[in-house]
Structures are given as structure tokens and as C-alpha cells.
T-cell receptor, first 114, second 110 residues
């Protein structure tokens, strides 16, 4: 069974640019969550999608957005990049059946903003 | 606001030296507590889910326990390959809104 895949694995952008990251969940998983991981803050929740609807959102500015497609694949977009957006962006998927809530993470996309 | 605190931040053990990692949480309405392992440059790898106080789960040299205020990850006779950052996370209420702790970086020395 294939795991969660994320593309690209590495990105280098400059301030002011925008970026789109992609995530393909485990087959059958309909919940996809996004996290930002930095050394000082740890994993911080960005948002979660289920059946193409955003169900939860973390405390990030509106420059961070996402969407989910009918095949459960998800994208997140960051506009007007800032230096502080440099981080590892992780995607996680979940089957979400009662008693089976664990999330399975992809390898992440390492974003560097110069 | 939901809070998850992990201690210690870093732990160095000799191979075979058992120890415990702590995860204390302040939430209302805990739905589940998760333990993950993360190796450098990789995404977190799921280890355990605990749902109610008194619950225990084991996997190889790892054992996770849960009380009403905290969880422990016990590592028995660790090996160098157990070196990683161990993350604790809590899920409150419904859906997948999960709050993570900063993690404990474990180093096991041969």
C-alpha cells in the first residue's frame, strides 16, 4: 500500500513569490491535513480537508490557503512568500473511521525562501 | 487553548538504559493522544493511539501509557536505532485538528 506522497520534495523561492505544494493521500483516505514544521515551533496545524471541504483551520494568515480535489489529492498555496515561511511542510492523511483516527505523514516539502 | 508539553527536550541514553518520556496536556475533551517518531529529514511515523486513562499499548521496546493529565512513552533497553525525535499529539473533539508538542530528541549511544 503506497504511503502519502508529497511533491516537490525541495523548493527554493524568493520573497514575494508564491508556491503550490501537492499531496496525494493514502488510497481510501479522505481527510488530508497540512502542517508547518520549524525548529522553534514544532508542528503547527495549517488546515484540514475532508471531501473537498475545509473543516478546520489553524492560526495562519490568509496567505496560506489550500484545496482538495474529488480524488482526495490536496494542494496548499502560499502567496507573497516571506523569509519566515521557510519550513518543512507536511501533509498527513487519515482514514477517519471511529477508533482509527491516526494520521499518516508524507516525507514533507522543504521550502526555503531567500 | 489546548497545550501539549513534552519533557525532557533532549535525552541521551546508553544502549540498554531504560527511561521514560513525558507528555503532559491541558485540553478539554480529549478524543485521542498520539505518539509519533520522527527521523531527521522525514515525516513523523505513527506509533500509538491512546483513547482513555489507564490504556497501555506496546510495540517492541516501546510502551505508551495514558492518565487524565499526561502520557508516558517508556523505552526499555533502547538500541541506537531508537534514536529519533518522539512527538506527542492530542486530538480534541471531532475531526482532525491535532495539537503537537515540540518533541523529545532521543539519542542512544552504543
Amino acid at each position: 500500500k503506497a504511503g502519502v506522497t508529497q511533491t516537490p520534495r525541495y523548493l527554493i523561492k524568493t520573497r514575494g513569490q508564491q508556491v503550490t505544494l501537492s499531496c496525494s493521500p493514502i488510497s481510501g483516505h479522505r481527510s488530508v491535513s497540512w502542517y508547518q514544521q520549524t525548529p522553534g515551533q514544532g508542528l503547527q496545524f495549517l488546515f484540514e480537508y475532508f471531501s473537498e471541504t475545509q473543516r478546520n483551520k489553524g492560526n495562519f494568515p490568509g496567505r496560506f490557503s489550500g484545496r482538495q480535489f474529488s480524488n482526495s489529492r490536496s494542494e496548499m498555496n502560499v502567496s507573497t512568500l516571506e523569509l519566515g515561511d521557510s519550513a518543512l511542510y507536511l501533509c498527513a492523511s487519515s482514514l477517519e473511521i471511529a477508533g482509527d483516527d491516526e494520521q499518516f505523514f508524507g516525507p514533507g516539502t522543504r521550502l526555503t525562501v531567500l | 487553548e489546548d497545550q501539549v508539553t513534552q519533557s525532557p527536550e533532549a535525552l541521551r541514553l546508553q544502549e540498554g538504559e531504560s527511561s521514560s518520556l513525558n507528555c503532559s496536556y491541558t485540553v478539554s475533551g480529549l478524543r485521542g493522544l498520539f505518539w509519533y517518531r520522527q527521523d531527521p529529514g522525514k515525516g513523523p511515523e505513527f506509533l500509538f493511539t491512546l483513547y482513555s486513562a489507564g490504556e497501555e499499548k506496546e510495540k517492541e521496546r516501546l510502551k505508551a501509557t495514558l492518565t487524565k493529565k499526561e502520557s508516558f512513552l517508556h523505552i526499555t533497553a533502547p538500541k541506537p536505532e531508537d534514536s529519533a525525535t518522539y512527538l506527542c499529539a492530542v486530538q480534541v473533539g471531532g475531526y482532525q485538528k491535532v495539537t503537537f508538542g515540540i518533541g523529545t530528541k532521543l539519542q542512544v549511544i552504543p
